[in-house]
């Protein structure tokens, strides 16, 4: 889930009266460097192990999950890269009012990995739980679920080594004027936020929040296109003297005036998710994509801080690598925003600052489905009355965010349109006979029907070892039929 409504009163831009410079502590964090985020929402996933390879070639040293996956654990184990695992919302209830269930899950989750030599450093209990569109549904146990973790965390032994967090959309702060100054946890739920992160500053823990100038700029209009990058050209913001040229840096600043303006002015911060998606939208490309995050890394690389904060910005890349499973509630770009495709293969180039050659390492060893796709019968008619109803089915069931204005495969015709939403649902099926069924208007094709941008994918072999997952067909397939039945 991405932030809806991160940094609202951007194009309000004032000038506050005085800066307030106030020294500060370092935050001392153990490993520099980057992290990535490490989502499992696909039908495809990489086998794990491939993963981890992946991370250690391109020089990635610390990882965020959404859970606590076993397969995912098992691989990092000596694999020296710090872990922060995650604690899903839905369970946020159960952490609050059973310290039991909170014990079991640090036994089970953490302890046991941690013998198992996997470098867990953080819990994330919850995730962006404040977010707009969840009506409030985590704010009352977002805390206790919190307290009971680091209480198990403490009776397990552990507590010095593995800290608590909350990652936080960036809308549970705010500027009344707009500039970072005026900066502070949301009003309506300011209570809620204070209560967590003065439990977070009293265990030693940091604030950890989700920046997302993409949104920004996807949700508002008028917001100034060349703002959302490092080298952008955009008119300075002007905060009392300081001048803000991007919004990264101003959106971290609002955060640090509203820690300070709390009591917390040396809380150490953690950007748990920055990103930028390379398609299922007009500003998702790979051009853009690039831009921002080759920005990021080299400012990161320069060890340079925002003006409020100087020093290394701890951070993990949203995200590793695309999700073709993600919930599209939030926009099409929602699968896209992996630094890798599906299979491991880089988008753009991005230098980490962390490998010899500068240039991404691919994943290695994959082994992809034969060559060959689903598409559009050459003899079909367009104006076959199936044609709509099959299209539908195999966007629902397949992917077709890659369609649509401005994205990779924007320029097809109708008929490549059509041909690309059968050829998703037959990939995602494993390239099943009966996935490339549509009523008398698909086959089967050796000739690589990409063109231009528009990639028509093959995927990879499916990887049975996940203990969460049942890939394959069954019930694909008898939907299909039960479509043949509904045309026919
Ligand atoms: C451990 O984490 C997994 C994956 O997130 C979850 O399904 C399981 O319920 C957790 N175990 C306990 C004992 O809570
Ligand atoms: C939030 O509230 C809206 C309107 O009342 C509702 O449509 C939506 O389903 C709710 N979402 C959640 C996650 O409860
Ligand atoms: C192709 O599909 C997309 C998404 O459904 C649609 O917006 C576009 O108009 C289609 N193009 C043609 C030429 O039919
Ligand atoms: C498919 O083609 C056959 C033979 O041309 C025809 O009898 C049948 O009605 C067609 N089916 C559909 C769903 O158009």
Redesign the pocket.
């Given at each position: 889930m991405r932030n809806l409504n991160p940094y609202p009163s951007i194009g309000v831009w004032q000038i506050c009266s005085i800066v307030v410079l106030i020294p500060f502590l370092y935050w001392v964090e153990s490993v520099n460097g980057i992290g990535a985020n490490w989502g499992t929402q696909s039908s495809h996933p990489l086998p794990p192990e491939t993963v981890v390879k992946l991370l250690v070639d391109n020089g990635i040293q610390k990882v965020k999950l959404f859970d606590a996956d076993y397969g995912a654990l098992r691989a990092l184990s000596k694999s020296g890269i710090e872990v922060m695992v995650g604690i899903p919302n839905d369970l946020l209830a159960t952490m609050a009012t059973s310290s039991k269930a909170a014990e079991k899950w640090v036994s089970k989750n953490v302890s046991t990995h941690l013998s198992n030599s996997v470098n867990i450093r953080y819990v994330a209990v919850g995730n962006e739980p404040f977010l707009a569109t969840y009506n409030g549904s985590f704010l009352r146990t977002t805390f206790p679920a919190l307290q009971n973790i680091q209480t198990a965390l403490v009776k397990a032994g552990i507590a010095n080594r593995v800290k608590v967090t909350v990652p936080q959309n960036a809308d549970v702060y705010e500027s009344s004027t707009g500039v970072p100054s005026s900066g502070d946890f949301r009003a309506d739920i300011h209570d809620y936020i204070f209560q967590i992160t003065k439990f977070l500053n009293d265990n030693g823990s940091p604030f950890t929040v989700n920046i997302y100038p993409f949104i920004s700029l996807y949700i508002d209009s008028n917001f100034p296109v060349e703002y959302a990058f490092f080298d952008g050209q955009a008119t300075p913001v002007n905060d009392g003297g300081t001048t803000y040229t991007n919004m990264f840096d101003a959106n971290y600043d609002t955060l640090v005036w509203a820690l300070q303006k709390n009591g917390f002015p040396n809380m150490g911060i953690i950007v748990g998710e920055i990103g930028w998606p390379s398609d299922g939208d007009r500003n998702g490309n790979n051009e853009y994509a690039q831009r921002f995050m080759q920005g990021f890394m080299t400012r990161t690389a320069s060890g340079k801080g925002t003006p409020m904060r100087q020093g290394p910005i701890e951070a993990y890349l949203f995200s590793l690598i695309d999700e073709d499973e993600k919930s599209i509630q939030p926009g099409n770009f929602e699968r896209h925003w992996g630094v890798f495709y599906y299979d491991g293969q880089p988008k753009y180039s991005l230098n980490l600052g962390t490998t010899t050659t500068g240039a991404l390492v691919p994943a290695r060893d994959l082994k992809y489905l034969q060559r060959k796709w689903c598409v559009l019968k050459d003899s079909a008619k367009m104006d076959d009355p199936s044609i709509p109803q099959s299209v539908s089915y195999a966007c629902a069931l397949g992917d077709?965010t890659s369609?649509?204005?401005g994205t990779s495969c924007g320029g097809?015709?109708?008929q490549q349109?059509i041909s690309y939403a059968f050829n998703s649902y037959y990939q995602k099926n494993n390239q099943l006979d009966e996935a490339c069924k549509f009523p008398n208007v698909s086959t089967v094709t050796k000739d690589d029907p990409s063109t231009g941008t528009c990639r028509f994918g093959i995927m990879i072999e499916p990887y049975y070892g996940g203990a969460h997952k049942t890939l394959g067909s069954g019930g694909f397939v008898a939907g299909l039929v039960l479509l043949l039945l509904t045309v026919l």
């Amino acid at each position: 889930m991405r932030n809806l409504n991160p940094y609202p009163s951007i194009g309000v831009w004032q000038i506050c009266s005085i800066v307030v410079l106030i020294p500060f502590l370092y935050w001392v964090e153990s490993v520099n460097g980057i992290g990535a985020n490490w989502g499992t929402q696909s039908s495809h996933p990489l086998p794990p192990e491939t993963v981890v390879k992946l991370l250690v070639d391109n020089g990635i040293q610390k990882v965020k999950l959404f859970d606590a996956d076993y397969g995912a654990l098992r691989a990092l184990s000596k694999s020296g890269i710090e872990v922060m695992v995650g604690i899903p919302n839905d369970l946020l209830a159960t952490m609050a009012t059973s310290s039991k269930a909170a014990e079991k899950w640090v036994s089970k989750n953490v302890s046991t990995h941690l013998s198992n030599s996997v470098n867990i450093r953080y819990v994330a209990v919850g995730n962006e739980p404040f977010l707009a569109t969840y009506n409030g549904s985590f704010l009352r146990t977002t805390f206790p679920a919190l307290q009971n973790i680091q209480t198990a965390l403490v009776k397990a032994g552990i507590a010095n080594r593995v800290k608590v967090t909350v990652p936080q959309n960036a809308d549970v702060y705010e500027s009344s004027t707009g500039v970072p100054s005026s900066g502070d946890f949301r009003a309506d739920i300011h209570d809620y936020i204070f209560q967590i992160t003065k439990f977070l500053n009293d265990n030693g823990s940091p604030f950890t929040v989700n920046i997302y100038p993409f949104i920004s700029l996807y949700i508002d209009s008028n917001f100034p296109v060349e703002y959302a990058f490092f080298d952008g050209q955009a008119t300075p913001v002007n905060d009392g003297g300081t001048t803000y040229t991007n919004m990264f840096d101003a959106n971290y600043d609002t955060l640090v005036w509203a820690l300070q303006k709390n009591g917390f002015p040396n809380m150490g911060i953690i950007v748990g998710e920055i990103g930028w998606p390379s398609d299922g939208d007009r500003n998702g490309n790979n051009e853009y994509a690039q831009r921002f995050m080759q920005g990021f890394m080299t400012r990161t690389a320069s060890g340079k801080g925002t003006p409020m904060r100087q020093g290394p910005i701890e951070a993990y890349l949203f995200s590793l690598i695309d999700e073709d499973e993600k919930s599209i509630q939030p926009g099409n770009f929602e699968r896209h925003w992996g630094v890798f495709y599906y299979d491991g293969q880089p988008k753009y180039s991005l230098n980490l600052g962390t490998t010899t050659t500068g240039a991404l390492v691919p994943a290695r060893d994959l082994k992809y489905l034969q060559r060959k796709w689903c598409v559009l019968k050459d003899s079909a008619k367009m104006d076959d009355p199936s044609i709509p109803q099959s299209v539908s089915y195999a966007c629902a069931l397949g992917d077709c965010t890659s369609l649509g204005y401005g994205t990779s495969c924007g320029g097809l015709d109708a008929q490549q349109n059509i041909s690309y939403a059968f050829n998703s649902y037959y990939q995602k099926n494993n390239q099943l006979d009966e996935a490339c069924k549509f009523p008398n208007v698909s086959t089967v094709t050796k000739d690589d029907p990409s063109t231009g941008t528009c990639r028509f994918g093959i995927m990879i072999e499916p990887y049975y070892g996940g203990a969460h997952k049942t890939l394959g067909s069954g019930g694909f397939v008898a939907g299909l039929v039960l479509l043949l039945l509904t045309v026919l």
